[in-house]
């Protein structure tokens, strides 16, 4: 497939779209800089805001890719990771406050799905930065998303799981909580999604046990000496 686009756009060499699919190609087989650079050459021709937006968002995912191996130094692609998240997600916030002052699509057929892109855009930075153990900002990408999409249990499972990281652990149990809650009343939801929340539920449930009763020994042992 990425040798067609490539031959495709020696005749087209302004399509936008088979600069994307060139990108798309790339991507799927592992070679990321030839990616990056055909999502540039997507923008540069200047598609679509929301188009850009996608693309930026994927440009995004391509730098995620690079760290994995250490092509680059960490603090570079990570620095510009999230630079290509920002941009994606400040198109994507104009589109709406957009569409939704003038009730006109500008790439996106209603105000649902440009919501459902923020998440889905400010989900991967979550999860994203979870890889990178940079669990602060993580939990700050996963609370913008559930900003856009507050109905969706992964989102409270994965900033509970963060938030466990940070040692926040009683909003880590209403975070779980409100997994499960969401979860019983979804009809897409599967019993070891639901088992996932109740066991994380568990394992703070059980933090708090043992901190009981390392207080009671503790204090058992105060009472000794005296």
Request: glycine fraction near 4%; aromatic fraction near 12%; hydrophobic fraction near 40%.
């Amino acid at each position: 497939a990425l040798f067609s686009y490539t031959c495709a756009l020696n005749f087209e060499r302004g399509n936008s779209f088979l600069y994307e699919k060139k990108g798309d190609a790339a991507f799927n087989s592992g070679h990321y800089n030839d990616a990056k650079e055909a999502y540039d050459q997507a923008i540069k021709l200047n598609p679509p805001k929301a188009k850009i937006a996608e693309l930026w968002g994927k440009k995004a995912k391509v730098f995620n890719s690079m760290l994995k191996p250490n092509r680059l130094p960490i603090s570079q692609l990570c620095n510009t990771m999230l630079e290509a998240y920002c941009e994606a997600y400040t198109l994507m916030s104009e589109i709406y406050k957009e569409t939704n002052e003038h009730n006109s699509g500008i790439g996106f057929e209603d105000l649902d799905s440009a919501k459902d892109f923020i998440m889905n855009l400010m989900r991967s930075k979550g999860n994203s930065l979870s890889e990178l153990r940079e669990w602060k900002q993580a939990l700050e990408a996963y609370e913008e998303a559930i900003k856009w999409g507050g109905h969706n249990y992964e989102l409270y499972i994965e900033k509970a799981d963060v938030l466990f990281k940070l040692n926040r652990f009683a909003e880590a149990f209403s975070a779980y909580q409100k997994a499960v809650s969401l979860a019983r009343t979804s009809t897409l939801t599967s019993i070891s999604v639901i088992n996932l929340a109740e066991k994380g539920t568990m394992k703070i449930l059980e933090y708090f046990d043992d901190m009981a009763r390392q207080r009671k020994e503790i204090s058992a042992f105060l009472e000794g000496d005296n």
